[in-house]
């Protein structure tokens, strides 16, 4: 029997799916800053990965049919995902993370206030042109 209080919310994401065109460097950018954030690996097959958090997962596949070599962020279609991070300390510790690893911080010029002075983000991109936003949920 399921507990009420695990169901999902009717409305919320049931998953995002984001082609990539190498899968191993998008396990390589993606794996250790969705497990940092409390996602598990949820499936694995030879294209693709899934990272699961409640209810939602993000999976990430190397499809044939992918048409670009790159994810262009100024395209129609997926801009950037955000996450909320507990508070400013750890949106610094995982932008550090995030750098020693291969993404790039954008808006360095306005770092840690790009969205506002009244929020404590990072605005970090993928080798592969991904572009995730890490929001401190908490105050500093």
Not at 56 to 75: C, G, K, N
Request: glycine share 8%; charged share 25%.
């Amino acid at each position: 029997m399921t507990d009420d209080l695990d169901a999902p919310v009717p409305g919320t994401l049931h998953h995002v799916e984001i082609w990539v065109p190498d899968l191993g460097r998008a396990i390589a950018d993606w794996s250790w800053l969705l497990e940092d954030l409390g996602y598990v690996l949820h499936q694995s097959w030879e294209h693709g990965r899934s990272w699961k958090l409640g209810p939602t997962y993000l999976v990430f596949e190397q499809s044939p049919a992918l048409t670009a070599a790159r994810h262009d962020r100024r395209a129609p279609g997926l801009n950037h995902l955000a996450f909320h991070v507990e508070d400013a300390d750890r949106v610094d510790r995982l932008t550090a993370k995030a750098r020693e690893s291969g993404w790039s911080l954008m808006f360095e010029d306005r770092h840690p206030h790009a969205g506002g002075d009244h929020q404590h983000a990072a605005y970090l991109e993928s080798r592969d042109g991904f572009e995730i936003e890490l929001v401190a949920s908490g105050r500093a």
